[in-house]
């Protein structure tokens, strides 16, 4: 029996997860951590935390599972898209790592869609926006000359991670191609793009497939967390192509729903298909000669996960080694929703959300129709029917791309375990959604660790073996007709929040 360990640095959480070759779980750990925000609209942290929190989360997995570190085969490794990590040429961080949610490019962007904005999005397949990573370089060489100056390779979240086990500086498609600097067609980074913005091609990372095997546990890496000098690191993905291929998504045309800190909808593709209107990212799949097109939720597990801090949370999340461990505020919540009729007598919420799908970057949130009655499972269901809506605007967003929308979506991430919210977003979406047993983005690195040593012969043979589906959450047609009705009435209060917004705010 071998086993694999697969690790995904999300924005909120660390999640380590350790399967063998039959496709069991063997055991999963988490490690939550807050980016800090020194401004309105900025977020960060210091890369040294997500190292600190994967060493945290493999000890956990290792005492759990009984699986010695040193009976690891293979290491997978995911994490956050976009996120800018800019290290010297000693590999050290030059600065905080600036999160993808992180706004501060946006005069940047605005620069890029006046001089650029065609060639970009021809080049990249993606629309212009403060989102993507070039925004954020843009505004650390406009801001941080010194920092800018100093940087030798740019990378992401898992990428960091994977310098520090094996000391390679690399990255592969997925991430590459949330950067906007990312030819999507020919594979490779686009030297036009890097010579007008007079951005060095020395701080681009060879970008290698995600399946090769990126380097070997050193000798540090192996001092810290217990695992076999030598043991292979794969090279893995961003989170995207990680929970598509723990969802099981291997094939053009089917479609996977991501409940996560920002929420992804996504349909995998054989070729690139570029959104016009400007609102959908296309990025390569962690299976070569796929893309995913996505249509995304920028606050969707975020604002569930604030609430649940602000009102339910009794006990402080450090780690999920077994059940008896674990939080048990988001169940409360859920049950407690569940209890309050569709439209939460009147209720709405509108997320906090300042980008996709909305891109307005003074909103705040509100919720809006407060009465006497209204109790905190309304409350609590106003917020899964709220982000449920933000979803349904960036469903909206997808179809308008012109490609067929599956009946059908495979839901991964911590948050589609509840079943409250995945009914309210099955029934607002209008689709069926299949559950799996397992629905994270750790899982699908540590897949990807067993493909890359050809312990799993094919993707095909590495989702027959792990992938697990479990039920089927049915669309009511019914409910769904209540919630488009609803849909029009909360498109009016984003119209009124976004104008009341800017007259306080902007």
């Known amino acids: 029996m071998k086993y694999y360990l697969g690790s995904d640095i999300g924005t909120s959480s660390c999640k380590t997860m350790i399967i063998n070759s039959n496709g069991d779980i063997i055991s999963k750990s988490i490690e ?119 940087i030798y390779k740019i990378l992401w979240a898992c990428d960091y991670i994977r310098m520090r086990l094996t000391g390679t500086l690399i990255t592969d498609p997925t991430n590459a191609s949330s950067s906007l600097m990312y030819d999507l067609k020919k594979g490779e980074w686009s030297k036009e793009i890097a010579n007008f913005l007079k951005i ?23 001092a810290a967390t217990g695992l ?75 604002s569930v996960r604030w609430f649940r801090n602000s009102f339910y949370r009794t006990l402080t999340l450090s780690k999920f080694p077994s059940a008896e461990d674990s939080d048990n505020s988001y169940d409360l919540m859920n049950k407690e929703a569940a209890e309050v009729p569709a439209g939460s007598n009147g209720l709405f919420f509108h997320t906090f959300n ?23 499972g309304h409350f609590a269901r106003a917020v899964f029917e709220g982000t449920a809506y933000d979803l349904k605007e960036a469903l909206v967003n997808l179809s308008s791309t012109g490609i067929k929308i599956p009946k059908e979506f495979i839901a991964v991430g911590r948050g589609a375990l509840g079943h409250t919210w995945s009914k309210i977003v099955s029934d607002v979406l209008g689709c069926n959604l299949m559950l799996t047993s397992e629905a994270d983005a750790s899982f699908g ?58 007259s306080l705010y902007a």
């Open 32 to 150: 939550e951590y807050t980016p800090i925000s020194p401004r309105i609209g900025w977020a960060e942290i210091d890369p040294e935390i997500w190292y600190q929190a994967f060493l945290k989360t493999c000890r956990a997995s290792f005492k759990c599972s009984g699986v010695s570190a040193r009976n690891i085969s293979a290491i997978g490794l995911t994490g956050q898209m976009v996120t800018l990590v800019c290290v010297d040429k000693y590999c050290k961080p030059v600065r905080p790592a600036i999160l993808w949610y992180d706004n501060r490019g946006s005069e940047e962007a605005l620069y890029l869609k006046s001089e650029l904005d065609i060639k970009i999005t021809e080049i990249s397949q993606n629309p212009v926006n403060s989102t993507f990573t070039l925004p954020k370089l843009l505004w650390l060489q406009h801001h941080e000359p010194e920092n800018f100056d100093s």
């Open 200 to 222: 060095p091609s020395r701080i681009f990372p060879e970008i290698r497939s995600s399946c090769d095997i990126a380097g070997q546990i050193n000798s540090v890496a192996s």
């Open 228 to 302: 076999e000098s030598g043991t292979p690191v794969i090279v893995g993905s961003g989170d995207v192509g990680a929970d598509n291929i723990a969802a099981g998504i291997i094939s053009p045309g089917q479609g996977m729903i991501r409940f996560g800190t920002c929420a992804t909808i996504s349909v995998s593709l054989a070729t690139p298909v570029l959104d016009k209107n400007g609102n959908c990212p296309c990025s390569a799949h962690s299976v070569p000669g796929l893309y995913l097109l996505q249509g995304t939720s920028a606050a969707f597990g975020s």
């Open 354 to 376: 300042t980008a996709a799908p909305y891109w307005v970057p003074d909103i705040r949130g509100q919720f809006i129709g407060i009465n006497q009655d209204h109790r905190r």
């Open 445 to 502: 690195a540590a897949m990807l660790a067993g493909v890359g040593l050809g312990d799993f012969k094919s993707f095909g043979d590495a989702v027959s073996k792990c992938v697990k589906y479990t039920s089927n959450i049915k669309m009511e047609t019914d409910l769904l007709k209540f919630y488009e009705e609803q849909f029009v009435k909360f498109r009016k209060v984003h119209k009124n929040l976004m104008n009341i917004c800017k």
